[in-house]
């Protein structure tokens, strides 16, 4: 994946977000214009618009550190950054009334990656299987630790993916959506490649999984497959 794609794969995300921070404002300040409002809801509005003027913000501060090469090591409780992830989905998931089932393994505590990347295939995968499931449905998100590795899973209630689709889901710009980009799966495979880990794709006509590995330590299991060369 180039660095003229990674280019455009933010600027449709920032387009995003800037678009539903402009709704929300249209919308606050039509609301403001009429009189005896409760406080109650223009507080709500407000939260609203911080949460995502703050999302916006980390998004463009953290636009210069995708197009790195290396990794940036950090030591970071895991089941906390997936937490944080389906924090910031919550609007989007209690709109389709989701319901996101966690399946904590609590062998994995803090883990020693690079934190922006594994963030942003969670984010990717959770935000394509919210997309694609029925409404009502759950998402199993599970994670496991296997040896040196930690395995996660993400499951959802929709529509089988094509073969066709399968094929070359991981390249840029293939998208079967009106507002979508292609670019979400292809950046987290160029990531999770990046952090020598796997992610695999499974679906049928009643759900489809995204199963992603890596590992635990990545600095460490480094000097392993280095000793072994
Ligand atoms: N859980 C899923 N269920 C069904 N189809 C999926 C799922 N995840 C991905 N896909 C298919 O894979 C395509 C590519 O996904 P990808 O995340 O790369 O791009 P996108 O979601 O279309 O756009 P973007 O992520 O850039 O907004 C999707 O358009 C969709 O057709
Ligand atoms: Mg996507």
Redesign the pocket.
Known sequence: MENREIFE?FI??IK?STQTILLNAQILKKVVERKNIPREKMTKMVDKLCQQSEKLYREVRDTGFYFREENVMEKFDFHCLINDIIEDFQGFIAKRSLHIKTEYDLMIGKIDQDKLKVATVLE??L???I???YNNGDIIFSTKKVGEFIMVK?I?F????SKE?RKK??K?M????S????????I?KRFIDDIKGEIK?N?SDQQ?E?IITFPIDLESYEKIIDSRR
């Not at 293939?174 to 959506?177: A, G, L, P, R, V």
């Open positions: 794969y449709h995300k995003n990717n995968i935000k394509n299987s997309e694609a499931s993400i959802n929709g529509a089988e993916i689709i889901i991981f840029p293939i998208t079967t959506k507002s979508g980009s292609g670019f979400g799966l292809a987290s794709v679906s489809t995204f």
